[in-house]
């Protein structure tokens, strides 16, 4: 029964006890938090009054709230005080901080550094970085800030601890930061320095190549100009400037039409503004007027520079002093008219001479003989068309090429040029596309002399496909007559240059004889009928040359 008491009166002293400790508690909580400013202790000798300076409560409340945690120390290092900051970055309940050595919150290696600062603290103001082991063992790199205070009983430590992981994890990531800025500061330096090499060796070799052009421009035989896209001049070499008696100050207000001869001004700026428009080469012979006011022929070609996308940069032009070739020509013009003309009257005897040995009736001529005279009269008859077309050409140069006009039936036309020409060339097929009915005026001879040459070269230049097509349509009111091979046929090139005088394509394949004159004549003749002569070729594919006359 009395053990039963005692167990009872023991349950009911764990109570109160527990009550006092939860009331403790909370008393402390008050006191931190600056919620009480006096409290009553019961000790033996009674009750005790206890009063809180109001500049504590402040600073109690300051302390509770800070991010850093405080520790306060004795001399002996046994913590005093310490905010709930210090017992959670210790990882410790608080009510088993205050009482402990503060060392024992330090690992062992720091130890010895923290009693070092420790023991200075006391005379000077100290800072240093420490390892603050964690509950969980784990170091975390601190700033102690180490001040002495003064308290009722005594001098004290007051030391702030500052968590540095967050700075140092910063600082880390900084310093990685950094490294990585400095790495591509060096690679940036790096390429910089190949770039302004780059650049540098660009500029030389620009102002090499820059120089090299004027030396070349200015020492050339040639008089040189550069120009826009859009036609304005950007400059002009030494040569011009010495041909024209201009300077280069008048660069700019020079207008070079007027250097053109007017009767060459018109065609000149007609292909001018056709090149301009189309980025298709200049090419065209006129005469400058040169510093003494004499004119002289000039060949002018001009071509663009294109960048990589195909646009035109500029364009370079150079004009070619051909007075002189000018002048040879019109003599070897000259000496053509004269000997073809000195060579047409002889030729003309001996054929007739042969004539009449061949149809010598008072005694039959041996056989051999007969095919000696045959074979003569042929050779004969070549010699007297290329000098009848050597005659021609001077006519054309004199501007003498006449004949008589009539009606001429363009498709009886044909079809007798195409019986000539099958009659001529019987391992060739000529295939005809013919309508009746087309009458132009003109002379029957000429018109027959440029069928016949286009028939002739289109055997001439397709030595393995010997297929030739002859058409004559009609295109409103004009006739088209074409004949079409599928021979060596034209590069682009050659297309521009085949009418001109005595040109011929470079004969690799040694095909063909000619002199370069049947497609300057057929030109003029057809031109003289206000007709326009033409070609449509494809290297390796075959050629379509073509006239075109205007209906009655
Ligand atoms: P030629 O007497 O040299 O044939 P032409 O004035 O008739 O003179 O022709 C000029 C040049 O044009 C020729 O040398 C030849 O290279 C080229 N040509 C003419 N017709 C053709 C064709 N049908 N196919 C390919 N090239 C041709």
New binding site residues.
């Given amino acids: 029964m009395e053990q039963q008491h005692s167990q009872e009166s023991l349950l009911s002293q764990i109570e109160e006890l527990r009550f006092q400790l939860d009331e403790a508690h909370e008393t402390i909580d008050a006191i931190r938090t600056g919620q009480v400013d006096a409290l009553i202790v019961k000790d033996g000798s009674g009750h005790q009054l206890y009063t809180l300076k109001t500049a504590d409560q402040t600073y109690r409340v300051f302390i509770e709230k800070m991010s850093e945690g405080a520790v306060t120390i004795n001399k002996q290092g046994i913590i005093l005080y310490c905010n709930t900051r210090f017992a959670i970055m210790a990882d410790t309940p608080l009510e088993h901080t205050i009482g402990q050595p503060l060392v024992s919150f330090v690992p062992e290696k720091s130890k010895a550094q923290l009693e070092h600062i420790i023991k200075d603290s006391w005379t000077n103001e100290c800072r240093a970085e420490i390892i603050l082991k964690d509950g969980g063992g784990k170091d975390m790199q601190c700033l102690f800030s180490c001040n002495t205070i003064e308290l009722d009983n005594g001098i004290a430590l007051s030391i702030i601890i500052t968590d540095l992981t967050l700075l140092k994890n910063t600082e880390s990531a900084l310093q990685a930061r950094n490294a990585e800025l400095f790495e591509a500061h060096a690679a940036t330096e790096k390429l910089n320095n190949s770039l302004e090499d780059t650049v540098r060796q660009r500029t030389h070799d620009l102002v090499i190549s820059r120089e090299h052009f004027k030396l070349l421009t200015n020492n050339i035989d040639q008089m040189t100009w550069t120009n826009l896209p859009t036609g304005e001049f950007i400059s002009y070499n030494q040569r011009w400037f010495d041909y024209t008696g201009l300077t280069a100050d008048d660069e700019h207000e020079i207008n070079w039409e007027m250097l053109v001869h007017p009767d060459d001004l018109a065609p000149t700026l007609e292909k001018y503004t056709h090149s301009l428009a189309t980025g298709e080469m200049f090419e065209i012979e006129n005469r400058y007027k040169r510093h003494d006011g004499v004119y002289r022929w000039h060949l002018n070609r001009a071509k663009p520079l294109l960048n990589d996308a195909g646009d035109i940069i500029f364009w370079v032009g150079t004009a070619t002093n051909i007075e002189e070739q000018r002048k040879e020509m019109e003599r070897k013009d000259e000496f053509i008219g004269i000997a073809s003309h000195e060579l047409k009257t002889p030729l003309t005897s001996l054929k007739g001479y042969l004539q009449l040995i061949a149809g010598y009736k008072k005694e039959e001529l041996p056989p051999v003989v007969k095919q000696y005279i045959t074979k003569a009269l042929g050779s004969i008859n070549k010699l007297q068309s290329l000098i009848n077309d050597l005659l021609d050409v001077s006519k054309i140069k004199a501007g003498r090429l006449q004949y008589a006009i009539t009606d001429v039936d363009i498709t009886d036309m044909v079809s007798q040029c195409i019986e000539n020409a099958r009659h001529i060339n019987p391992g060739y097929t000529f295939n005809l596309s013919l309508q009746p009915g087309f009458i132009v005026q003109g002379n029957q001879e000429r018109l027959e002399q440029v069928l016949m ?1 286009l028939l002739n ?2 055997v ?3 030595p393995h496909n010997k297929e030739i097509e002859v058409a004559a349509v009609q295109q409103n009111d004009k006739v088209r007559v074409a004949v079409t ?1 599928h ?4 590069s682009s090139d050659q297309k521009s240059k ?1 009418f001109e005088r005595f ?3 470079e ?1 690799r394949h040694n095909m ?1 004889s ?7 004549i057929s030109q003029e003749i057809i031109r003289n009928h206000n007709g326009a002569i033409g070609v449509e ?1 494809e290297p390796g594919v075959g ?1 379509t ?1 073509y006239f075109v006359l205007p209906l009655v």
């Fill in positions: 040459n070269n289109a001439k230049y397709s091979d021979g060596i046929g034209l085949v040109y011929r394509v004969d063909t000619g002199l370069g004159m049947g497609l300057y070729s050629s040359f």
